[in-house]
């Protein structure tokens, strides 16, 4: 979903949420630790409304940094929605 998508599905009518920051730690191939980045979502029992596709993204959180040996492989953050209809 585009920023405006989000923006209108978070500011909506009967709209109830809360956004949670996750973050850790993952290991590289040398298992020397590194801190991952932070992403925030919108947290478990959410009220929303969703008209279209699929609500929520794959995130990459490798570390920002040059030193960590991740070779050509990511740390990811499955950030999808697991949506429930209401009536």
Known sequence: ANTAE???MLVSDNAAYAL???KGWCQDD???PWRRKHVRLVGEGAYLR?????AGQL???TPATTQAQFDDRYVLRYGFAFPVGTA
């Open 59 to 61: 995130v990459n959180v």
């Open 6 to 8: 989000v923006e209108a």
């Open 20 to 22: 949670s920051v996750v």
């Open 30 to 32: 040398t298992a020397h």
């Open 50 to 54: 969703w008209n279209n596709g699929f």
